[in-house]
């Protein structure tokens, strides 16, 4: 067996592997144009300014048109649209909404920023949601279902949405890491009554920040617009919308996306088809050598492998001691490698299991509910446990067959050495 780099071995690579970054990775002359043409035009403002160049018009229709869906709302951030999604479900005070146990902050965030209070379902060996246990949190106050797509992965939508109807819960589907991705041929982020997008620096398509809501329900996509624009709804032609403003205006806030991020993400949309297909190639071939080599091997489990975007090849190791060992020796062989979230589910970050917000009385989780909601570190055992042995190797769209048979020579070295040391 060869010597692990960590041990004065040759490491697996030399040269650095490129950054972790799929859309920002692929910036070209065509960004920057999109980007200049709005500020010769003295027109950053979608609605109105000197010359208007309707980019964020056009990237939501383009959006819609990819997704195959009829109203696509582009926003700041997935964070605003999270908030914008429950606003316009009318979700606030007195309700809960159940979020997965592992998760980015602003999932469960964004709950507490409408008003609700998250209660958190376990996670099984998908790292998603595990559907099994809904039923655990479930009572009169839960209103929601928010299903996150952790690392490219769809979440299993068929069990959950039967829940959902048979409990009548709305659906919320965030896919802020897994654009792209797909269910048994249903596009990840279109199942539910909503599905919220990212475009900040770390997801497969970016601006820098940004978002979009998308859905099919013309009520919903009425309520988030004005939502996201101070109460107002400022082209009801263009969607055929018609909607006597007395009556439905309510107070919103201001979410809305500028024509520099339009123009930006009009480029990098363009440019989905080519990330995705090159990380499925890239993830896929690097699955089937570390298969042949390592046959004890454990991946994480993929819902829909076709529908998988494969920005990171995910790996179960045996035991937290080992993957802590593994992601030591595999820096050593100049191969990143990371579990998500520090090795925690999300309710365990201080914040949140205190319950603390910025708000007078802990509002809004002071709400007296029937069943109080109390976090408990061992209330999602499965979570605890997959997230702090789930390894993650990201694959770039930018990686070469050479990278990945240099990536899986790591690995396979790394995982035996452990293995023979640890048994
Ligand atoms: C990044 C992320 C968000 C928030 O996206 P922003 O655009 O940064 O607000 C929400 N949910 C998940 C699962 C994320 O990974």
Redesign the pocket.
């Given at each position: 067996m060869t010597k692990l780099a960590m041990e004065g071995g040759r490491p697996a690579r030399t040269k650095p592997l490129p950054p972790n970054y799929p859309g920002a990775t692929v910036y070209g002359a065509e960004e920057a144009q999109g980007a200049a043409e709005v500020i010769h035009a003295q027109s950053p403002f979608r609605y109105y300014g000197p010359n208007v160049k309707n980019e964020v018009r056009t990237f939501e229709e383009e959006m819609a048109r990819h997704l195959n869906v009829p109203y696509v709302l582009g926003v700041t951030?997935?964070?605003?649209a999270?908030v914008v999604a429950l606003k316009a479900l009318g979700i606030g005070y007195g309700d809960k909404v159940i979020v997965p146990a592992i998760?980015?902050l602003?999932?469960p965030g964004a709950v507490v920023c409408a008003n609700a209070v998250p209660v958190f379902v376990d996670a099984d060996d998908s790292m998603n949601l595990d559907p099994a246990d809904l039923e655990r949190v479930m009572d009169k106050d839960v209103k929601a279902i928010i299903a996150?797509s952790?690392l490219g992965n769809p979440c299993d939508m068929d069990p959950i949405l039967a829940f959902a109807k048979k409990h009548n819960l709305y659906v919320i589907e965030?896919v802020?890491?897994s654009c792209g991705a797909s269910y048994k041929g249903k596009v990840t982020g279109t199942m539910g009554d909503i599905g919220v997008y990212?475009?900040?620096m770390?997801?497969i398509l970016t601006a820098g920040?940004?978002?979009a809501l998308v859905t099919s329900n013309p009520e919903l996509f009425d309520r988030a617009v004005r939502y996201h624009d101070q109460g107002m709804f400022r082209d009801k032609a263009r969607y055929g919308i018609e909607s006597a403003d007395e009556e439905k205006a309510f107070i919103g806030q201001n979410y809305r996306m500028s024509e520099i991020t339009g123009a930006v993400l009009n480029e990098q949309w363009k440019k989905l088809g080519g990330i995705v297909s090159s990380m499925q190639t890239r993830c896929r071939e690097l699955q089937a050598k570390l298969t042949a080599e390592l046959p004890d091997m454990k991946f994480r489990r993929l819902a829909d492998p076709e529908g998988d975007i494969g920005s990171n090849l995910g790996m179960i190791l045996p035991s937290t001691a080992f993957t802590q060992a593994f992601i030591k020796a595999m820096a050593a062989e100049n191969i990143g490698a990371y579990t998500l979230y520090g090795s925690r589910p999300v309710y365990m970050l201080p914040q949140l299991f205190h319950q603390r917000t910025a708000e007078k009385d802990n509002f809004p989780f002071n709400y007296p509910f029937e069943n109080p909601v109390v976090y408990t570190e061992d209330m999602c055992p499965q979570a605890v446990d997959y997230i702090a042995r789930t390894v993650y190797v990201p694959i770039s769209p930018l990686l070469t067959e050479q990278d990945v048979e240099e990536i899986a020579e790591g690995i396979v070295k790394v995982y035996r050495h452990i293995a023979q040391v640890q048994v």
């Open positions: 951030s997935c964070t605003a999270l998760t980015f602003a999932t996150v952790i965030d802020a890491q990212s475009f900040q770390n997801k920040e940004g978002g």
